[in-house]
């Protein structure tokens, strides 16, 4: 009974098809939480593909109602040990955004994995079933080799919203908090730093969606007999945006911006690069808050960013003057921010700068921000269980870019979070073509097995050192 033989077990599952197969029928499965009538399908990922191999493994498993009417269903499972030092909760999510079928490239389906060479194609392969299906099936390898014993307990926390905000989420977390007690939370989502890097990340930028709008008058007015002499809601809006953030990037409103980036951030982020992978994104070096380097832009600093604009007709341009102009925009924003109050800091701002014909609107859920303290004892020992298992350093991001529902794992929980990604930035999540890595999945398989074996093996000391 060795480590070594749970990585084995781990890689063979990999490579005998198994994970594969598995996959595939979660993939076929078209859980779009976005479509209406979703939710029987939605119950049916859980009921028919994640219940079954939770129970096999000793878990007992009951799915709960979402408590907004007509959320989708939580899976809630827990597999106790008599005696255990302490417990783990994980957590996973089985929706996926839609499909868009007819965007796919020729020869690909969204709801078949196609392989071609290192690509594996399928919606939702990357976010998350190909996650959630490499944590159990290590899991399945080290409780095998250990003969069933652990030494610590493991609950599951597995929802089928987070592609549409995770509604009732928080609250299924407040009213279970006692069955979903904790010692640590570790679970994967979102993408590693890039794909030849194994990735630790502690937390998430929040998000913050808002819309501004001008509404000058009811319809256009030709531009020749009234030009000059009626306000542009499209001049007016984009002059709004550019006193919100300049031609570079940075934001120009003090009060939208962290306390500041505290030296462990800027310590863990030290030698962190960004982009650089193929199908990545050139990184603009003039882009942005200058005097941080591009990792400090996206993980340790606030963004804002306009998603969508609109004045007039653009498909079919007319001589008028619109009456009206939107901006669909986005704050994302680290810890040390005032995030409760960013609306209201752009509305005094933009009325104190004459504006007062832009009305600021909030727009969709937030998302609050979250990061653990990268000196915490838990994160010094899953790194290390990382690295023993790769046999290089693994990145730690003090948090990810984007956002996820961590504040919920984190503030209502009270857990410290180890979130372990196993995508790749260019796996086109939410797009058409989305796919994973077979090399970074067979790989993250053998991470996994690696931390549920230290966890039995030291996870006690850990959670002794750190009370």
Known sequence: MSRTEAIAKASAYFDDGRFRETLARRVAVRTESQEAGSAPILRAYLDEQIVPELAALGFSCQIVDNPQAGGSPFLLAERIEPGAAFTVLTYGHGDVVRGYDSQWRSGLNPWEIIVEGDRWYGRGAADNKAQHTINFAALAQVLAVRHGKLGYNVKVILEMGEEIGSPGLKEICAL?????????????????????????????????????????RDGGHHSGNWGGLLRNPGVRLANAIASLIDERGCIRVARLLPEGLPQSVRDALDGVEVGGSVGDPEVDSDWGEPGLSPAERVFGWNTLEVLAMKTGNPEAPVNAIPGHAFAHCQIRYVVGSDSKNFLAHIRSHLVALGYDDVEVLPSGIQFEATRLDPDDAWVRWGLASMQRTTG??????????GSLPND????????????????????????????????????????????????????????????
Request: hydrophobic letters at 45%; glycine letters at 8%; aromatic letters at 8%.
């Open 176 to 216: 279970h908090a006692e069955r979903l007690a904790a010692d640590v939370f570790i679970a994967s989502d979102g993408p590693r730093v890039s794909a030849a890097k194994p990735t630790m990340f502690l937390g998430s930028r929040g998000g913050v969606n808002f819309d501004l709008r001008v509404k000058l």
């Open 408 to 467: 919920v794992f984190a503030d209502v929980l009270g857990l410290p979070t180890l979130w372990v990604p196993h995508s790749y930035p260019a796996c086109s999540q939410h797009a058409p073509n989305e796919h994973i890595l077979a090399s970074v999945s067979r790989e993250s398989l053998q991470i996994m097995a690696g931390m549920f074996w230290d966890l039995a093996e030291e996870g006690g000391q850990v959670h002794a050192q750190r009370a």
């Open 392 to 401: 290089t350093a693994p990145t730690l991001l003090p948090n990810l870019g």
